[in-house]
């Protein structure tokens, strides 16, 4: 079996007239559908709403939403399944998800659901399972409430392992890690690895909108960081370039085929440096010691101490103020509500009682 696996997915202002009118030959072009077409099963991730109505959640980050109408789209490219784990599936809470479900009706979506127990399903195409699940930034589903599959390790892992002794060949769709970040954090990669110790073929790391790199590992692959399928409200070489993802079940080969935004479509890329610049990287994580050094660059560039402040954050990083407020104890004590279990659950069930409650 040929299975193609598009990136982050989302119609926008500058195309969703297209969307809506099915003219993916506008949106995608005759070289990207003719592969696109070749293949048993293609799946993609949603990383937008499909609805005309609802109000926004309270979150960080955008609440992204397009009209019903764009589905038009989505169905002309006859997805064999829909990956809707990610951090835009609840931005306008439970009837933006059900809208959007509603939207796909005939096209079997994944990844997110009614309940934990639905989000959880994985996608089954032949003999191969796609399991998906995106970390905890908003929207998560509950026992008894609607959202997406978290990653969780005492689930995920053995969701995976589940998904292997039944024989069957398993891909992971996580959505992680850090947007316009190339490559994995030293936790993303121990991840990652996990799952292919428990089963998994293949990896893929998406949400970052940036083009990664990848590892062989333990007879599996990992591709840290796809890029978009097709995102164009923003732009930059990060959110312009992505990669589609072909795997053959036969002989577990991978293909990688550039992606290039152009208007508001996307094309096949003629340009060498997109597939030399993901390959230089995958050489680079190699390297001892060379993930932890480059996160810890990362870490160094962040400025996350203004969220710390609440209305005040904004005010006090435009000043320059945020580590001399700060200090050695109360970093400290910040660290732990992170760091520590029992801490980060309470803080964590604190901030959404006192704040978050609609």
């Given amino acids: 079996m040929k299975i193609w696996l598009g ?83 609840m931005d306008f809470g439970e009837k933006g998800l059900a809208d959007t479900r509603k939207a796909l009706a005939g096209i079997p979506s994944f990844g997110a659901g009614a309940n934990l127990a639905q989000a959880r399903e994985s996608a089954i195409l032949g003999d191969v399972a796609i399991y998906a699940c995106a970390e905890r930034e908003f929207g998560v589903a509950g ?12 689930e995920s892992f053995d969701a995976v392992a589940a998904l292997r002794a039944q024989g069957r060949r398993v891909i992971v769709l996580y959505h992680g890690g850090l947007e316009k970040y190339r490559y994995p954090s030293p936790h993303l990669r121990r991840v990652c690895r996990k799952f292919v110790e428990k089963g998994a073929d293949l990896v893929v790391c998406q949400h970052s909108h940036s083009v990664g790199c990848m590892e062989a590992f333990g007879g599996g692959n990992i591709v840290y960081g ?34 290039e935004r152009q208007g508001s479509g996307v094309r096949v890329s003629q340009r060498a ?53 700060m200090g050695a104890k109360p970093a400290a004590g910040v660290l732990n509500l992170l760091e520590c279990d029992a801490h980060r659950e309470l803080a964590a069930e604190m901030l959404r009682q006192k704040y978050l409650q609609s």
């Avoid at 109408?69 to 399944?81: D, E, F, I, K």
Wanted: proline share 5%; aromatic share 8%; hydrophobic share 40%.
């Fill in 226 to 259: 796809q890029g978009n399928l097709l995102f164009a409200r923003y732009g930059g070489e990060h959110w312009n370039t992505g990669l589609l993802i072909g795997l053959d079940t036969g002989d577990m080969r991978l293909t990688l085929v550039p992606l």
């Fill in 273 to 325: 440096e997109i597939l030399a610049g993901f390959y230089a990287r995958s050489q680079e994580i190699l390297r001892e010691g060379f993930v932890e050094e480059a996160f810890l660059q990362r870490a160094r560039q962040a400025n996350y101490e203004k969220k710390l402040y609440g209305r005040l954050g904004r005010y006090v990083h435009k000043l320059g103020l945020g580590e001399r407020l």
């Fill in 143 to 154: 026992e008894r409430s609607p959202g997406t599959n978290p990653y969780d390790p005492l």
């Fill in 7 to 89: 990136g982050d997915i989302a119609p926008t202002a500058e195309n969703e007239a297209l969307f809506a009118a099915g003219d993916v030959e506008a949106l995608f072009g005759e070289a990207f559908l003719a592969r696109w077409r070749e293949a048993d099963a293609r799946v993609f991730n949603l990383e937008t709403v499909l609805t005309d109505g609802g109000a926004p959640i309270a979150k960080v980050g955008p609440n992204l939403r397009a009209p019903t109408q764009c589905a038009a789209g989505l169905r002309a490219l006859a997805p064999s399944a829909v990956c809707l784990a990610n951090n835009h599936a």
